[in-house]
């Protein structure tokens, strides 16, 4: 089945520690994306990945860093200076935004990840 | 910059009842599409509807439909014959980006719906 598989699915980051958060695809799909959910919040943009190789910041970048060496994985990584990192992880995809008729393509969703600080 | 508000945070509807969600957009762009997604208490986030700016006529998925009204800006689900497994979070979320790119979502901060016997 295609899908999108995050891991953990639990997480617990020690302070000044380093954690990174798994999504791989196989959607075959070139656009990537995480976001960030605390309680009772919707989502909200960290990163997000269109080709290989590349990636944009999003709208809250600051102590997170991503990489996309393979179309299929695009993972996460909740550094020391992310100060308040207590969050559900999701990651998405998508196929690129090609033609108008395009438009209606969906992100699909992984199951996430909680973080939370030891 | 895109912004998606919804003014319900939370709302009740008795079994097989229908409902509705609102949410409304401010955009500057021409063209854009505006998405609902269901959150139950899992996390997962399931794609349950769209609605693009140049379509006529409003979209319907089964018991989920939009009631799209372009020139108030808002885009509001309608889920008819309400069951007890719609009890989630709704999101609605716009899509900006021009095509020949990857489209990023806004998103509102949601609507907790709890369906009741």
């Known amino acids: 089945d295609g899908g999108i598989t995050q891991s953990p699915k639990y997480l617990f980051r020690k302070e000044g520690q380093n954690v990174t958060l798994s999504c791989e695809q196989n959607?075959?799909?070139?656009?990537m994306y995480w976001y960030r959910q605390d309680p009772g919040q919707g989502l909200r943009l960290i990163y997000y990945s269109q080709i290989v190789n590349d990636f944009q910041k999003g709208d809250i970048a600051e102590g997170y860093s991503v990489s996309r060496e393979k179309k299929e994985s695009f993972p996460l990584t909740v550094t020391s200076a992310q100060k308040n990192p207590t969050a559900f992880y999701l990651c998405?995809?998508?196929?690129?935004?090609?033609?108008?008729?395009?438009?209606?393509?969906?992100?699909?969703f992984g199951d996430g990840t909680r973080l939370s600080i030891l | 910059a895109q912004k998606i508000t919804q003014t319900q945070p939370g709302m009740f509807v008795q079994e097989k009842e229908a409902v509705t969600l609102d949410c409304t957009y401010d955009?500057?762009?021409?063209?854009?599409?505006l998405f609902w997604y269901k959150q139950p208490s899992s996390g997962e986030m399931i794609f349950l509807i769209y609605?693009?700016?140049?379509?006529?006529q409003n979209a319907t998925e089964g018991r989920y439909s939009l009631n799209f009204q372009k020139a108030r800006k808002s885009a509001n689900l309608v889920i008819s014959a309400s069951q007890l497994g719609d009890s989630a979070m709704y999101f609605c979320a716009m899509r900006e980006g021009a095509t020949g790119t990857a489209s990023k979502l806004t998103f509102g901060t949601g609507t907790r719906l709890q369906v009741t016997l």
């Open positions: 959607l075959n799909h070139d656009a």
């Open positions: 609605q693009g700016s140049y379509d006529e």
């Open positions: 955009t500057s762009d021409q063209s854009y599409g």
């Open positions: 998405a995809s998508t196929t690129w935004f090609k033609t108008a008729l395009m438009g209606n393509q969906p992100q699909h």
